[in-house]
């Protein structure tokens, strides 16, 4: 066993020294453009009510499941531009993409929107291309990747309209939404091309802004490269009373399914009054670490994953 | 069982019919449900199909227990072995232990999935070691085998082997593989 496992960690060593290097680049870039790095706690008394993620529990506490709810409130303090690399946890996300305890990069910035913090993170990409010594394109799994930016654009609507043949803005059916999207709709992704989808149904808002209109969406952008899912962006949702309505949402959904303990983030929702406008991101720097070392799975690129704590 | 619990080897039922997940694939988009792709192996005829899961679907777990057994004898298309622990015996069809019926020799230690008192699958050891009871003569006709020969096994089984190999020669036998492994002890 002992041999084995040696023998694991040397297969993945040139992964994990190209890591380290990834984590150096993406400090120096935030440095560079003026964010503070903070740091959050990773053992909280309760986490936003989401129902399709899992918290692990620890003497009634959870585990943190995202950075964003403390993030927000130091942006609510006056914190004007702050980023955080931290490890989340979510119960039985297990697979080549998942690991339960996972790392997470989030940035936010005071007076940006979504897309806005999509050209961040082109530059951002770009900027660990350009460091690692890749140019603007890389090689994943067989396919060469334009990086340059602008990266391709495609509404929700769009995207389904093209690849799945239904509307998700006429009667969004969320079943189908997910199984479409992840069978239809990223197969269909220029594979050459990083892709950002944007503009979601209101009822996928989360913690996204809505943006009224005859087609009312949510502010919400998916930056999608070599077919990884790896970053989520939102203008940030700063009503209070929408965002407890929405968690309220959630949070029935929880208990008809018997899951029960997740109770309203009040702290969180209390600063919110006080949340200037802003986006903000979360990105799976597991994901982005695969990328930029070939690695298909998850398990290439962490030196314990799951299964082999 | 809920299916986040389910992983490679899980045994559950369809219908009444006991199925082994051969793979999982877990795909979760960020905001979304989980969908769990997995790859079904049907123990009673065999067979591979695909289903597809969500996250806090159920699915009927099933009890099989994994029991120690030594091979007893062979009758007719049927297969003894006895129950190490209890000298229950139960009776295998040849159809389920496949080419791997030519390694049994009496006394073999096997491990046995049994589901309701029916057996579903017989383990092998990964490596047996057999006695060669009648070796061809090397043959250089094959230009595919030249470097092989076939040879009979104590338990009637036949096997391709190095032309060193000779009758009286106890070999070591891959039984995942049905191939030769090494020459254990030779006559001398």
Redesign the interface.
């Known amino acids: 066993m002992a041999e084995d496992e040696s023998l694991r960690l040397s297969q993945i060593k040139a992964n994990l020294e190209r890591r380290a290097l990834i984590y150096d680049v993406i400090r120096a870039f935030f440095r560079s453009e003026g964010f503070l790095e903070v740091e959050t706690p990773l053992l909280v008394p309760t986490v936003a009510p989401?129902k399709?993620?899992t918290p692990f529990t620890v003497n009634g506490w959870f585990l943190s499941t995202s950075p964003e709810m403390h993030m927000k409130r130091l942006l609510a303090a006056g914190y004007g531009k702050i980023f955080q690399i931290c490890h989340c946890f979510r119960?039985?996300?297990?697979?080549?993409?998942?690991n339960p305890e996972f790392t997470m990069l989030e940035w936010y910035r005071v007076g940006a929107d979504y897309m806005q913090i999509i050209q961040d993170t082109e530059r951002l990409v770009l900027t660990l291309a350009n460091r690692l010594r890749l140019g603007t394109t890389i090689r994943y799994q067989g396919a060469e990747i334009d990086l340059v930016s602008p990266w391709p654009r495609i509404t929700v609507r769009q995207a389904f309209l093209n690849s799945a043949g239904w509307d998700p803005f006429n009667r969004l059916d969320?079943?189908r939404?997910?199984?479409d999207?992840?069978e239809k709709v990223i197969p269909s992704f220029d594979t050459s091309r990083p892709t950002v989808l944007m503009d979601y149904p209101v009822a996928?808002a989360?913690l996204a802004r809505l943006r009224p209109g005859s087609l009312p969406v949510a502010e919400r952008a998916?930056v999608f490269i070599g077919g990884l899912?790896l970053a989520?962006a939102y203008s940030e949702l700063t009503d209070a009373a929408e965002q407890e309505r929405r968690f309220k949402q959630e949070i029935e959904t929880l208990e008809r399914?018997g899951k029960r303990g997740i109770v309203m983030p009040e702290r969180f929702l209390e600063s919110l009054s006080s949340l200037p406008e802003c986006g903000g991101i979360a990105l799976g720097v597991d994901r982005l670490v695969m990328l930029f070392c070939d690695a298909s799975s998850i398990d290439e690129v962490v030196a314990f994953p799951w299964d082999a704590v | 069982m809920d299916i986040a619990e389910v992983s490679r080897n899980t045994k559950f039922l369809i219908n009444g019919v006991p199925f082994a997940v051969e793979d999982v694939k877990f795909v979760k988009p960020g905001k979304g449900r989980a969908m769990y792709y997995l790859k079904l192996r049907n123990l009673f005829d065999g067979t591979t199909r695909d289903q597809t899961y969500h996250s806090s679907d159920k699915v009927e777990e099933v009890h099989v227990s994994s029991n120690e057994m030594q091979y007893l004898y062979k009758e007719g298309d049927h297969y003894v072995f006895m129950d190490n622990e209890n000298f229950e015996q139960h009776s295998v069809p040849k159809e389920l232990l496949g080419t791997r019926s030519q390694f049994l020799k009496e006394g073999l230690v096997v491990t046995v999935s049994v589901m309701e008192g029916k057996v579903l699958e017989v383990t092998l050891p990964k490596f047996v070691e057999l006695a060669v009871v009648k070796g061809a003569a090397s043959t250089k006709s094959d230009t595919i085998t030249a470097q092989l020969k076939m040879v009979e096994l104590e338990t009637g089984g036949v096997l391709a082997v190095p032309p060193f190999v000779k009758e009286g020669d106890i070999v070591k036998v891959d039984t995942r593989t049905n191939t030769y492994v090494e020459r254990v002890t030779t006559k001398k």
């Open positions: 989401e399709y993620i119960k039985s996300e297990r697979g080549r993409l998942h969320e079943e939404f997910e199984v999207l992840v996928m989360s998916e899912e989520n399914e």
